[in-house]
């Protein structure tokens, strides 16, 4: 199928690119600049999601529309209320109009776990209202769709905005992780390449019309995941915990009373939690030390001895 990804350049849209690209699918990123990430067998298109003249082209000949593009960020939607509406829902709103005069078979839409939590701010706010949208195009107009409610993400390609990567990145630069919080909240945290599979997955008509939870198979203690980055990297990170004043996140769930449930899809096999993290060290020690040689079982930093 031809299948347009928007926001296809940044931390998941390029997984779910490459996963949709592995399975023989014509891909197209649209985003604002360009993927880094990109593919001899894929296409790339700059632009805005909010030009609603570029949307109406680039989305013509597509079969299936994957949505990933706005703020992803917790805590940036809650510092930028304007530009999480801009963004996020008339993006949204803008794209699905666009779909729906171009015939399209479905609209696959990045929304999150914490869509109908008390938790989440204004980025849960976005969430719901794109989410309200999506339903009331389908009745309106027979846009068939399937909204992925992602959990928390971990795996290559990420940055400093993802909790994980900031961790392991303390970790390997500083000998020490800060961690703001009781190490009492629980995750179920997914790897990314385990949500991009499974996000392919859902094309199948079985899943038209609904909404599906992406979250890991297990659960997970902030503190447990704290001492497993130290053993991994060797016992002399130091962990200092310290009080949290964010008040966008939850504790031990992101879920409340809600009528709109979603099933929950886990990838079988999936990747070892231990497995993903040596694989995020490694990406970050690259990225963090330029020159690295191996010694005596140590990377060894040459320019800070």
Same mark, same amino acid.
């Given at each position: 199928m031809n299948i347009l990804i928007t926001g296809g350049s940044g931390f998941l849209g390029s997984h779910v %690119?490459?996963?949709?690209?592995?399975?023989?699918?014509?891909?197209?990123?649209?985003?604002?600049?360009?993927?880094?990430?990109?593919?001899?067998?894929q296409k790339m298109i700059i632009g805005d999601v909010?030009?609603?003249?570029?949307?109406?082209?680039?989305?013509?000949?597509?079969?299936?529309?994957?949505?990933? %593009?706005?703020?992803?960020?917790?805590?940036?939607?809650?510092?930028?209320?304007?530009?999480?509406?801009?963004?996020?829902?008339?993006?949204?709103?803008?794209?699905?109009?666009?779909?729906?005069k171009a015939n399209i078979k479905r609209f696959v839409f990045a929304s999150s776990a914490y869509v109908y939590s008390v938790s989440g701010s204004f980025y849960a706010a976005s969430k719901q209202a794109c989410e309200?949208?999506?339903?009331?195009?389908?009745?309106?107009?027979?846009?068939?769709?399937?909204?992925?409610?992602?959990?928390s993400l971990y795996g290559k390609r990420a940055d400093d905005r993802n909790s994980?990567?900031?961790?392991?990145?303390?970790?390997?630069?500083?000998?020490?992780?800060?961690?703001?919080?009781?190490?009492?909240?629980?995750?179920?945290?997914?790897?990314?390449?385990?949500?991009?599979?499974?996000?392919?997955?859902?094309l199948k008509p079985e899943f038209e019309n609904q909404y599906i939870i992406l979250t890991g198979a297990e659960k997970m203690r902030y503190i447990d995941l704290l001492e497993m980055i130290r053993e991994m990297l060797g016992t002399k990170i130091k962990i200092e915990m310290l009080p949290s004043e964010r008040k966008a996140h939850y504790k031990i769930t992101p879920y409340n009373f809600s009528p709109k449930l979603g099933r929950k899809m886990v990838n079988n096999p999936h990747?070892?939690?231990?497995?993903?993290?040596?694989?995020?060290?490694?990406?970050?020690?690259?990225?963090?030390?330029?020159?690295?040689?191996?010694?005596?079982?140590?990377?060894?930093?040459?320019?800070?001895?």
């Open positions: %690119a490459d996963a949709l690209s592995d399975a023989d699918h014509e891909v197209t990123i649209f985003d604002s600049h360009k993927s880094r990430y990109l593919r001899p067998d909010l030009d609603q003249e570029s949307l109406n082209k680039i989305v013509k000949g597509q079969d299936v529309v994957f949505h990933f %593009a706005g703020i992803a960020d917790i805590d940036e939607c809650a510092s930028k209320p304007v530009d999480t509406a801009k963004y996020n829902i008339l993006g949204t709103v803008q794209l699905l109009d666009a779909c729906r309200i949208f999506i339903e009331n195009f389908s009745k309106l107009y027979n846009l068939k769709y399937t909204c992925l409610r992602y959990g994980v990567y900031r961790l392991i990145k303390q970790a390997i630069q500083n000998g020490k992780i800060i961690y703001h919080g009781t190490g009492e909240e629980i995750r179920e945290l997914i790897h990314v390449q385990d949500a991009a599979q499974i996000s392919v997955a859902i990747i070892d939690m231990g497995q993903g993290l040596l694989q995020c060290m490694a990406e970050i020690y690259e990225n963090v030390h330029v020159k690295k040689h191996k010694e005596m079982g140590l990377f060894v930093n040459r320019e800070q001895e």
